[in-house]
């Protein structure tokens, strides 16, 4: 008794560890659609726990599958022996996969494969007689047991398993985000069974493994996992509230900087950040949005009056100029057309003036390979920078257009720019 207690502390310490130095180092990139941080910890620490569970589910299916082969494997029966090989193959095939519960093409085959003993008339995996259920099912059942004091073994927890002290543990840990993230401790169970889910999706987990199912000779249904009866997830479910929960103190602390950003002229703003049909909320700002950079008009071969075009825009930009928001307008619309951004060159250009306009608007949108095609910035700073140098009067393009000097260079570095603001 006395050991089975210590292998059981050995086992919680364990769990405490693996979870605590996976949530110390996730990565930056997980859940990061998720703001508030108590949330997205749990999840991660729900995910941590899962793929313990992973190893379970793997090794009991391993073990199983390759005790059952290994007369056919070691026996004279050639035919029996190529059919045991092939299952044994897809069986190490399946136990490398990322998403072993998935129904991903690459998956569920090899799962199939390796697990039923294919004949004509059936080669499917048995299901639980409980049906198609939702993964808060399976969500649920975790939380019941994790929360008992001394919970034993049962479904969906694998006998001689690591999962369950791994998930007491994840438990614990989510409960203090939850304590963190000020939940109501009536509302902790349905944000421990929110993350759970969030972390199911995440890992795509669509059946797992079940006990057999009961029939009138077993008598009470048994609680031991086997390998050849599953359990479906696919039931509909709600998605999970604390998804969408802005309460927090990192959801609120984002939303103000968010609405002080947003209100200060001088602050930075991105172009992409604004719809169209939102762009008054930017008309106050006094500064180019951040992906404006003269840095995308330099190059080999640009002459310094181009350079001192764009300068000219970057130290006079002034938003409260209908021309200069015009200009903005107008980069936003052609950086929404990216990639396909640019004229075809399958249509003659018309000599006759009057026949130009109809010339432009049959012409159709093509993408062209090169490099910076499809960034934003570049077509930012050259749109507006074209637009405001063309029809602002003391523009350096302007100047130089009343002083009849060279403008050969300019018309050549914007000749599709002529084409995007004729058509705008």
């Known amino acids: 008794m006395l050991g089975i207690r210590l292998i059981s502390i050995l086992q919680a310490y364990e769990a405490r560890f693996t979870i605590r130095l996976a949530i110390d180092n996730m990565p930056p990139d997980r ?44 026996g004279e029966d050639r035919l029996a022996k190529c059919k045991a090989q092939e299952r044994s193959a897809a069986l190490a095939r399946w ?5 072993p519960l998935s129904y991903l ?5 090899n799962l199939l494969q390796a697990v039923v003993e294919h004949t004509p008339a059936a080669f499917r995996l048995t299901s639980s007689t409980l049906g ?14 994790c929360k008992k004091p001394q919970a034993n073994r049962k479904p969906p927890f694998i006998q001689g398993g690591n999962f369950l002290p791994v ?29 759970v889910t969030t972390a199911c999706e995440a890992l795509k987990i669509n059946h797992v493994p079940w006990s057999r199912n009961a029939d009138a000779q077993n008598g009470r249904p048994s609680t031991v996992i086997v390998h050849d009866v599953w359990l479906n997830l696919g039931a509909t479910a709600q998605p999970p509230l604390s998804l969408f929960r802005q309460d927090s103190n990192s959801s609120i602390a984002i939303q ?8 200060d002229p001088r602050a930075e703003w991105s172009v992409m950040e604004v719809q169209l049909n939102f762009f008054h909320s930017v008309l106050h700002k006094v500064k180019l949005p951040v992906e404006w ?15 001192d075009a764009y300068k000219y825009v970057e130290d006079t930009y002034n938003a409260n100029k209908p021309l200069h928001q015009l200009a903005i307008i107008a980069s936003i619309i052609c950086a929404g057309l990216i990639p396909d951004i640019f004229p075809s060159t399958d249509k003659q250009t018309p000599s006759n003036p009057r026949q130009f ?11 062209q390979d090169r490099k910076g095609n499809a960034e934003a910035g570049p077509f930012i700073t050259m749109v507006s920078g074209f637009i405001i140098n063309m029809y602002e009067v003391t523009s350096v393009i302007s100047r130089r257009t009343h002083g009849q000097s060279d403008l050969k260079a300019w018309f050549n570095k914007h000749s599709m720019l002529s084409y995007l603001c004729d058509s705008l």
């Not at 808060?136 to 939380?143: E, K, R, S, V």
């Not at 950079?293 to 350079?307: D, K, M, Q």
């Not at 109809?358 to 093509?366: A, F, Q």
């Open 357 to 367: 306009e109809e010339h432009l608007c049959n012409l159709d949108w093509v993408t």
């Open 293 to 307: 950079n003269i840095s995308h008009i330099h190059g080999t071969g640009v002459p310094p009056y181009i350079a």
């Open 167 to 195: 998930a007491r543990v994840a438990f614990q840990e989510i409960c203090s985000f939850a304590v963190q993230a000020r939940i109501p401790p009536s509302e902790t169970d349905k944000f421990v069974v929110d993350a």
């Open 31 to 74: 859940y990061s659609s998720i703001q508030d941080l108590p949330f997205r910890l749990s999840c991660y620490a729900a995910e941590v726990a899962l793929k313990v569970y992973f190893d379970d589910v793997k090794e009991l299916v391993t073990a199983k599958v390759s005790l059952l082969l290994t007369p056919a494997l070691s």
């Open 95 to 99: 136990s490398d996969e990322e998403f």
């Open 105 to 109: 093409p690459g998956v569920l085959p």
């Open 256 to 263: 103000t900087s968010q609405a002080m950003q947003v209100s």
């Open 132 to 145: 198609r259920k939702p993964v808060t099912f399976f969500a649920d059942l975790i939380l019941k047991q």
